[in-house]
């Protein structure tokens, strides 16, 4: 099968002096961070900055099927790397590339289109790598990319639905079972979803998610009497951008289709977080549009960070562009945050101010703009995320 190559917009040949100058001109603007809020940035600005930081990454890792060696081997469909590739498809849908394509498929290829840990897993871990699986089903109905999720999904809905006992799992595999009642129209995937996700927000430990305050415990260990020495709950930041990634993820799926009754009680309910998730994430955004990585105790590991800022920018510009957020109120809370984002790239592509793996705010510290995390590969996919859902809202 021959496949089409495309070229980004800004990386076109020139054809004349005066358009080499204008489009020289552009990619200077978008490798200097902005020194004041006056200038909005542009799409293409942000384009560049997203490729740049893909270029980097690609070029540390240019084969896909290489396995990780951080303190121990792991294969390459673990977690993090999931998560980057989440990233590259929301980049490849804005910038289409048979570069992005090649790479992605090569990695899929090499684990035959299954979860890490074989079609029986459970951990939602293992499963966030079907995520992109299911998104190149979408683009080629190639049935070989979908084959092991069904085993898989068939195989956790006939057991128990206490699985997701982390925050973080609801990212790695709620939407894959969103993704597969969007390619299907199978029901079942979206309630047995929506039956883990509820027993998560509301059961384990009393339940996970605040509505009063509007965020989430990472996990039972954090849920009071835990509290930070200010006496303020433990909110980490990368835990709520998990949950608040899931939220747009799941919520575009379903609204992909007509929605039966119980599609739309779904959707009614996990709208009702998003929205209360996002009122709550304005309210503590920093001066300089990060996050703290403690959300509401910048006293203890507070500090710029990068992964959760750039999962609530993923989400409030999706929320903005939808119409679900006013543009109002939270496109300025974006601007910010893009601000911040950009001031996180180094001039080679690095991310600064990624904290590394773990669990609550104080781990993998100090989170500086050189320090370099265990992994690189998840906080630029949510940096690809936040960048691509920014990249649309700045075009409307």
């Known amino acids: 099968m021959t496949q089409n190559v495309y070229f980004c917009p800004i990386f076109e040949p020139f054809f004349s002096v005066s358009d080499m100058k204008k489009t020289l001109f552009t990619l200077l603007i978008a490798l200097v961070p902005f020194a004041t809020h006056a200038a909005e940035p542009t799409p293409d600005s942000v384009l560049a900055i997203a490729l740049r930081a893909n270029a980097y990454f690609m070029q540390q890792w240019p084969d896909p099927t290489a396995a990780t060696f951080v303190k121990r081997e792991r294969p390459s469909n673990l977690w993090t790397r999931a998560v980057y590739y989440e990233g590259l498809m929301a980049l490849h849908a804005l910038c289409p590339d048979t570069a992005f394509i090649s790479y992605t498929d090569r990695w899929g290829d090499f684990h035959n289109w299954q979860a890490r840990g074989g079609d029986l897993t459970t951990d939602a871990d293992n499963q966030c790598c079907q995520q992109t699986y299911l998104d190149r089903y979408m683009m080629t109905r190639d049935e070989r990319m979908i084959a092991h999720v069904r085993v898989n999904l068939n195989h956790q809905m006939q057991t128990r639905i206490s699985w997701w006992t982390w925050v973080d799992a609801i990212q790695m595999a709620m939407p894959v079972y969103s993704k597969m009642y969007r390619i299907t129209g199978d029901e079942r995937y979206m309630n047995h979803a929506m039956k883990m996700y509820t027993w998560t927000r509301d059961t384990l430990a009393g339940g996970l998610f605040n509505e009063r305050e509007g965020l989430w415990w990472r996990d039972k260990d954090f849920v009071p009497p835990y509290l930070e020495p200010d006496g303020s709950h433990c909110y980490w930041s990368r ?158």
């Open 239 to 396: 835990g709520c951008g998990w949950a608040y990634a899931t939220l747009v993820r799941v919520i575009a799926d379903l609204e992909s289709r007509p929605m039966s009754r119980q599609m739309r009680c779904h959707h009614s309910r996990l709208k009702k977080d998003f929205l209360l998730m996002s009122r709550a994430l304005l309210s503590c955004q920093r001066t300089d549009g990060f996050w703290n990585v403690s959300l509401l105790c910048p006293a203890n590991y507070g500090g710029p960070e990068l992964t959760g800022t750039a999962l609530f920018l993923y989400g409030m510009s999706w929320g903005v562009r939808t119409g679900l957020l006013k543009r109002r109120t939270y496109l300025p809370a974006c601007h910010q945050a893009w601000r911040a984002m950009q001031q996180s790239v180094h001039p080679n592509g690095f991310l600064g101010y990624v904290q590394g793996t773990g669990k609550e705010p104080a781990s993998a510290q100090p989170v500086t703009f050189d320090s370099k995390p265990d992994f690189e590969d998840y906080g630029l996919g949510c940096f690809l995320l936040g960048a691509a859902e920014y990249y649309l809202v700045c075009q409307q």
